[in-house]
């Protein structure tokens, strides 16, 4: 110890994060005392081999760890004090449990008319479920206020994300365990990236909604999300794809190509997609005659001529994952169709421009 750098209860408390007054308890409590106590001055001094501990004992007085159990970890193996802590955990989250479902009982009993809402489970991977949701919130970026947030709907072996800001929607249906009534519900935007992010952390997770809330627990049971649902009229906006009329023409784009395209076309603002006959080009403007930017591949038949925004056309491709876009042509009217051959289970919906 003689040969040892000794720090001072100052220095010691800011290199670990810990108030010199909170130190001094834990010395009184026998977690963790100093090195050194100078016997005329009663001043403390800490080692710098302290440091780690002390470190240590932050981030257990962060996460509210009782002090016996301090003192327990820090005496005791590495080994010793993670099976202590995880102890702890298990304790913390059956009390958080019966915490939650007291509560639950409470608001119950004071509100029964809220009781009585339907409520449908879903069993999803935490990490597809993540994934969805960033993918669809793409289309409510720009969305203003009364049709912002995303939508989300739970069926029979289905769970269903949708957003859109009126002039492009994204779509993804997910295959899942189900149970329960079918139920429809919408969450904030801010809501639903926070959701996905927690969500990213686990594997297999239990996502339960009702009308007024999202509840999302990991498979042991403990809470990994719970957010109320906006309260707003919820459109079926599923409708939207499932109704559209069939394709008078399918077009195929390389993504990565189509995505020099956008970056590359200016202030032109407007993208012709021109499709038929086994061939699709794209043109800058409102008109063919200008050369094609973009060849493309598409089903034999009658060509179909649609006029898009680029910006949407964009976000749109962006959503869709792999090596190429499809393009579903109906008329100069009815939405396009935005899709990827690699996942069949998003669709992205865009309204063409009018010449």
């Known amino acids: ?20 007054s909170a130190l001094r308890h834990y010395a009184s409590q026998r977690v963790l005392e100093p090195a050194d106590v100078d016997p005329v001055s009663g001043y403390r001094y800490y080692s710098t081999s302290q440091i780690d501990s002390g470190v240590l004992l932050q981030r257990m007085r962060s996460a509210a760890v009782p002090l016996p159990v301090m003192r327990e970890v820090l005496a005791g193996t590495p080994r010793e004090g ?34 009585d809402h339907v409520s449908a489970q879903a069993t999803v991977l935490g990490t597809v479920l993540a994934s969805a949701f960033f993918q669809v919130l793409r289309a409510a970026a720009n969305a203003a206020t009364d049709i912002s947030g995303l939508v989300c709907s739970v069926g029979a072996q289905r769970v269903e994300l949708i957003s859109t800001d009126r002039y492009w929607l994204a779509h993804r249906r997910l295959g ?21 992010a927690e969500c990213a952390r686990h594997g297999t997770i239990h996502f339960a909604l009702t009308e007024q ?14 957010i109320a649902t906006v ?17 008078r023409v399918l077009a195929w784009f390389p993504r990565s190509e189509l995505r020099t395209v956008f970056d590359h076309t200016g202030q032109k603002e407007k993208l012709l997609v021109v499709s038929g ?4 080009t794209l043109h800058a403007g409102d008109s063919r005659s200008a050369p094609p930017i973009l ?56 309204m063409p421009m009018l010449p």
């Open 176 to 196: 899942a365990n189900t149970s329960g009534d079918a139920v429809r519900a919408i969450i904030s935007t801010e809501d639903a990236a926070d959701v996905a």
């Open 295 to 350: 060849h493309g591949s598409a089903t034999s038949g009658e060509k179909v001529e649609v006029l898009m925004g680029r910006r949407l056309l964009s976000a749109a491709v962006a959503t869709c994952p792999g090596d190429d876009v499809m393009l579903t042509l109906v008329d100069t009217t009815t939405p396009v169709r935005v899709s990827s051959p690699d996942q069949e289970n998003l669709t992205c919906l865009v």
């Open 82 to 115: 993670a099976l202590r802590l995880a102890e702890l955990a298990t304790h913390h989250g059956r009390t958080s449990r019966r915490r939650e479902d007291e509560l639950v009982a409470l608001r119950s009993h004071l509100d029964p008319a809220r009781a």
């Open 231 to 247: 309260e707003r009229t919820v459109p079926d906006l599923g409708l939207l794809v499932s109704t559209q009329p069939p394709a």
């Open 213 to 226: 809330e999202l509840t999302i627990r990991s498979t042991e049971g403990s809470l990994v999300a719970r």
């Open 1 to 20: 110890m003689a040969d040892e750098r000794l720090l001072t209860i100052s220095t010691f408390a800011r290199t670990v994060g810990i108030p010199a």
């Open 277 to 280: 006959e086994g061939t699709s």
